[in-house]
């Protein structure tokens, strides 16, 4: 029997990650918000969804802003139905050494990372309690652990974790589970961007990361898609403060 459809918001589904989890949890019959900075950025994941024949709207929403994040969710509710799925997904990096990173680094990673997960999980829950059904997915990282260059980020991802282990004890009664994933490296932007700061091209980096894999291949954002769409499913509600590291083997 397939699941409940509900209503799904994933943030930063403009690309990368977030789109390929948009469209797979439309795929598996949920209607999608998807939500990034310019909503204009949404189009093509949107249309996608649509062509598809799944349900979707793009939100531009910056969810580091309380405000922001909060009409966000207003919106989602009125035309889509109150949200019961959260991918808290959006991110940046700031990478730089401990010794050459400023205050705005460090303070704009954990601005999204944290305080935006933090303003769209607290704006999301009162919809999720009240149907007695929730879902909150969070983004982690293998940086978690630790990475050169990633003192901002890192502290970020381990925090997520954290939050997700409250957030699942706090509101497990309702209903609601929470678990983060932990990717590896995933061929997306953001570690193609990773590459143009150490001056590699991308192809070169990849096969850096690759050696290090025991499966053997990078990551694709269907990888972490999958994952999530298990996480989200009515059938994974015993699984709840939780941290799953989909990196190819055990670490990154
Ligand atoms: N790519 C990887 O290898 C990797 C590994 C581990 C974790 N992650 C995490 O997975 C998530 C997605 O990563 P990705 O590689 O797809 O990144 P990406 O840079 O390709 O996409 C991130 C998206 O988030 C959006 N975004 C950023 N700040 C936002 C804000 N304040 N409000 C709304 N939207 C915002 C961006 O516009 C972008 O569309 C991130 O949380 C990232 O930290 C990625």
Known sequence: MSDTPRTAIVTGGARGIGAAIAERLAADG??????DLREEDTADVVGRIRAAGGTALGVGANIADEEQAKAA????????????????????????????????????????????????TQAVQSHMVEAKFGRIISLSSTSALGNRGQTNYSAAKAGIQGMTKTYAIELGKFGVTANA????????????????????????FIKGAVSQIPVARSGRPEDIAHTASFLASEGAGFVSGQVIYVAGGPKA
């Open 30 to 35: 949920h209607s999608v918000a998807v939500i």
């Open 73 to 120: 969710v207003e919106r989602v509710a009125a035309e889509l139905g109150a949200p019961t799925i959260l991918v808290n997904n959006a991110g940046i990096i700031r990478d730089n050494m401990l010794f050459k990173m400023t205050k705005d680094d460090f303070e704009s990673v954990l601005g999204v990372h944290l305080t935006g997960n933090f303003f769209m």
């Open 181 to 204: 994933i932990a990717p590896g490296f995933i061929e997306t932007d953001m570690t193609k961007a990773t590459a143009e700061r150490v001056g590699v091209p991308f192809e070169d």
